[in-house]
């Protein structure tokens, strides 16, 4: 009763979060700019709120974007609905899945709150290639999970390259 009061000044000085904080999802890449979602639906499965949504789909030559034979076509997310209870990521069985430290999920709108895959993605890092891509010859989904493959090698930046030409000219 005799405590000085101790008020948060948020939002202009908002308070770190915790390392270990169950925030917003976050999609993760591999070095080489390949999605990490396999398309399982374990995720959406272990997901007791029944908030999240996965439609996978096969992965082609001229359009891969993981390095197995699936990946995730639709990916979404309700925050509406979604309980931050992290059995979605513990379900994931490439780590594709994590949740950030961002809690700031508040929004004017019920439509802004369901968060598509683009929204979902880790953003790309130097020496990433956006998706669809090739693996680096000579690579298998296996060497991505042994941390074989550390960035883009210049023959996906040729092939990006190329696709990009045969699309614009």
Not at 83 to 106: D, H, K, Q, S, V
Not at 132 to 146: Q, V
Request: overall charge negative.
């Amino acid at each position: 009763m005799f405590r000085k009061v101790a008020t948060e000044e948020y939002p202009e000085k908002p308070r770190p979060t915790e390392p270990r904080y169950h925030g917003r999802h976050q999609l993760n890449r591999h070095p080489d700019g390949l999605e990490k979602c396999i398309g399982c639906e374990l995720c959406a499965w272990a997901c007791p709120a029944d908030a999240i949504y996965v439609e996978g789909a096969d992965n082609t030559e001229g359009g891969r974007f993981s390095p197995g034979e699936r990946y995730g076509r639709v990916y979404q997310i309700n925050y509406l609905r979604c309980i931050f209870c992290g059995l979605c990521i513990e379900a994931c069985p490439t780590r594709a899945l994590t949740m950030t430290n961002e809690y700031e999920l508040a929004d004017d709108s019920r439509g802004k709150l369901i968060f598509d895959k683009d929204m979902l993605l880790a953003p790309l890092q130097s020496g990433m290639l956006a998706p669809p891509h090739p693996m680096p010859d000579g690579a298998t989904d296996k060497s991505y999970y042994r941390g074989e493959v550390v960035k883009a090698t210049t023959e996906q930046q040729a092939w990006v390259d190329q696709q990009a030409e045969e699309v614009g000219g």
